[in-house]
């Protein structure tokens, strides 16, 4: 069994830039492909970032490459997302989530209770 807790979420301009966490406990972590997902009020969730269980691939949705970086500490059994230059349309609840899987693509057992990112002015 893994529990995600996700922090780091908030309020932020335009522009800005947060730092979202995602602790995990579970001897396992290191073996997990761990991503991040986001939910606006009145969408899916969808897809944000993911790495493998090395930390040495990643995969991005189109909408935040170049601006998002997802990495892994394995040490400390934590994932992060680095969010620059962020706009409006970011604004939504953070969750992150992890399970078994090949290179970025996981079956994502396990889901934390979100962290809420606002970005407004």
């Known amino acids: 069994q893994v529990q995600l807790v996700e922090s780091g979420g908030g309020l932020v301009q335009p522009g800005g830039s947060l730092r979202l966490s995602c602790q995990a406990s579970g001897r396992t972590f290191s073996n997990y492909v761990m991503a991040w997902f986001r939910q606006a009020p009145g969408k899916e969730r969808e897809f944000v970032a993911a790495i493998n269980w090395s930390g040495h691939i990643t995969r991005y949705a189109d909408s935040v490459k170049g601006r998002f970086t997802i990495s892994r500490d394995n040490v400390k059994n934590t994932v992060y997302l680095q969010m620059n230059s962020l706009k409006p349309d970011d604004s939504a609840v953070y969750y992150c989530?992890?399970?078994?899987?090949?290179?970025?693509?996981?079956?994502?057992?396990?889901w934390g209770q979100g962290t809420q990112v606002t970005v407004s002015s």
């Open positions: 989530a992890g399970g078994s899987g090949a290179g970025t693509y996981g079956e994502y057992d396990y």
